[in-house]
């Protein structure tokens, strides 16, 4: 751990922090940074074996952790994830949706099946979990939401109109959420990181991240473990004022 992740606020004793896509990634260096600043993580992942894989090295450097596989644009996949954490751990009072995919079409020859599941997965599956996060957050009268979204979505992307559709989502959605909750306890903000190095980025074409990498002011990458900072920052003490923003570790691709 560097100088600044280790001066940053620890998060509460009791805060139970649920991250969605933690199989790999963002997701992972999230539940892992989490773990550390002292939060019990509930893991999610549709791979049942990455998602655990995870849980037992958190819990093996002495954290907390729990995993549950499941598809986040299901109602039913949601509650029995959010269960779950509530039996291990109790209710949850931070939510990480991190839960995504990347593909590759032009508008031209994106199929309405592609659309339709990039939206459920990334807006459709932030807003099931905030739904079901959020009512026990206002009843306590504390709570933090933060959804990852991407700097496509402030920009556009070649060959990504429907995940930079997605994103653009999440951003708003995070915006209203904000103005809604704030005043009652639950801060909502968002991270949208630039190109980062992780698989589902390194699979893209070589062309685009060629092309990508150039165009960027710091001239390369992020790594995960960047963007996990960010999360963890907004999940702290230090962010108490910042509601509804959206943060970007994205090498200088998108200047705000």
């Known amino acids: 751990m560097n100088a600044a ?27 892992k940074r989490l773990a ?16 655990a894989e995870v849980a037992a090295a958190i819990t093996a450097a002495g954290g907390r952790a729990a995993a ?8 039913e996949d949601v509650e029995s994830l959010f269960l779950r954490c509530e039996q291990v751990f109790g209710p949850c009072s931070l939510l990480v949706n991190n839960a995504g995919f990347v593909h590759q079409a032009p508008f031209e020859r994106l199929e309405i099946a592609e659309w339709d599941r990039m939206i459920a997965v990334h807006l459709r599956g932030t807003f099931l979990c905030a739904r079901r996060a959020v009512p026990q957050m206002l009843e306590e009268g504390r709570g933090t939401v933060v959804n990852v979204a991407s700097q496509l979505g402030q920009i556009g992307g070649l060959d990504l109109c429907h995940y930079a559709a997605a994103k653009a989502g999440i951003i708003g959605l995070t915006k209203a959420m904000a103005r809604e909750l704030s005043a009652r306890g639950v801060r909502v903000n968002a991270v949208a990181p630039g190109p980062i190095n992780t698989d589902l980025v390194l699979g893209l074409s070589d062309d685009w991240r060629r092309a990508k990498a150039a165009e960027l002011p710091l001239g390369r990458f992020g790594e995960p473990e960047d963007v996990a900072e960010t999360v963890a920052f907004l999940a702290s003490p230090a962010a108490a004022l910042y509601v509804g923003q959206t943060l970007g570790p994205n090498s200088g691709d998108v200047m705000l």
């Open 5 to 31: 992740a280790s001066a940053m606020p620890s998060l509460a004793a009791d805060t139970v922090a649920l991250v969605t896509g933690a199989g790999a990634g963002i997701g992972r260096a999230v539940a």
């Open 36 to 51: 550390r600043d002292g939060a019990a993580v509930m893991l999610n992942d549709l791979r049942a074996e990455a998602a």
């Open 68 to 75: 549950l596989a499941g598809d986040v644009s299901s109602p």
